[in-house]
């Protein structure tokens, strides 16, 4: 079955880096839109960045200008690098993907389990 995993995260230092990968594993036949999600303690998850199958992407306001998500269409993979890291982007992050299993079916949306980010002051 298809199935998202996500590894990178961590305990880093504020003003650090931090890459994340989100591998799809499966039965794919496509991978439309990827997303990284976040929720940080206490609050809902919210969007932190998405992209197209065509490279288009798209980040929340507090992430723009540190954090870069791309992606690796021949590997079924998603990145976000996360740069100059705050003690705010502590959270549980999460990888989306809209995939197609085959041509004959609709997008599906899965959900990766998490990987807990940690940012100290």
């Known amino acids: 079955q298809v199935r998202l995993v996500e590894s990178g995260g961590g305990l880093v230092q504020a003003g650090g880096s931090l890459r994340l990968s989100c591998a799809a594993s499966?039965?794919?036949?496509?991978?439309?839109?990827m997303g990284w999600y976040r929720q940080p303690p206490g609050k809902q998850r919210e969007l932190v960045a998405s992209?197209?199958?065509?490279?288009?992407?798209n980040y929340a306001d507090s992430v723009k200008g540190r954090f870069t998500i791309s992606r690796d269409n021949a590997k079924n993979t998603v990145y976000l690098q996360m740069n100059s890291l705050k003690p705010e982007d502590t959270a549980v992050y999460y990888c989306n993907a809209d995939i197609r299993r085959t041509y004959y079916d609709a997008d599906v949306n899965y959900w990766g389990q998490g990987t807990q980010v940690t940012v100290s002051s």
């Open positions: 499966g039965s794919i036949f496509s991978i439309n839109r």
């Open positions: 992209i197209t199958s065509g490279g288009s992407t």
